[in-house]
């Protein structure tokens, strides 16, 4: 059984939420060590003790979408702005991540890749030739190739589709 849980921290006004594979009541996250920090420095700023309580949000099978629904419900509660929670992910545009894409090309290699997507790397090779491609890694390593062929501008619009197919599931802007 796998659950999304939110946790409140209602004497500052801010939550937490996140996922387990498991059901235990007992169980309440495993929370970054700079969002730790962020959660000790609002009540120490404030004076008041850590006090906190778990509601569970969702409930069911463990399957592909867990982590899909964890992002969207972080989403709809806008705990990963610093002002309402202690979310780190999903990014958002001009709050964690910068405000462009930014494109780091490897030395003096053809392969460009963006670094800021808060759901994993794009990798794009769109200069030169036999073939172009582009492919998308996800935050757990795991590599879709979008595109591979002879058109430069079917490369790109793999990429663009897909980066904007994420952003919707995730309800973040396009950028």
């Given at each position: 059984m796998a659950i999304i849980y939110k946790i409140h921290y209602d004497n500052v006004g801010k939550a937490y939420i996140g996922s387990s594979l498991g059901a235990d009541p007992d169980y309440w996250g495993s929370m970054s060590p700079t969002g730790?920090?962020?959660?000790?420095?609002?009540?120490?700023?404030?004076?008041?003790?850590?006090?906190?309580?778990?509601?569970?949000?969702?409930?069911?099978?463990?399957?592909?979408?867990?982590?899909?629904?964890?992002?969207?419900?972080?989403?709809?509660?806008?705990?990963?702005?610093?002002?309402?929670?202690?979310?780190?992910?999903p990014m958002l545009e001009g709050v964690n991540i910068p405000p462009k894409v930014r494109w780091h090309p490897p030395g003096r290699g053809v392969i460009q890749e963006t670094t800021n997507c808060p759901y994993g790397t794009y990798t794009i090779h769109i200069h030169g030739e036999p073939d172009f491609w582009s492919n998308f890694t996800d935050l757990d390593g795991d590599?879709?190739?979008?595109?591979?062929?002879?058109?430069?501008?079917?490369?790109?619009?793999?990429?663009?589709?897909?980066?904007?197919?994420?952003?919707?599931?995730?309800?973040n802007p396009r950028q």
């Open positions: 730790s920090a962020r959660i000790r420095d609002d009540h120490a700023r404030v004076g008041l003790p850590i006090e906190r309580r778990r509601e569970i949000l969702w409930q069911g099978e463990p399957d592909d979408t867990l982590l899909a629904r964890e992002y969207a419900l972080i989403t709809a509660h806008r705990t990963n702005i610093p002002e309402y929670g202690y979310n780190l992910m590599t879709v190739e979008l595109y591979r062929g002879r058109s430069k501008a079917q490369a790109w619009h793999h990429y663009i589709a897909h980066k904007n197919q994420m952003a919707d599931l995730l309800g």
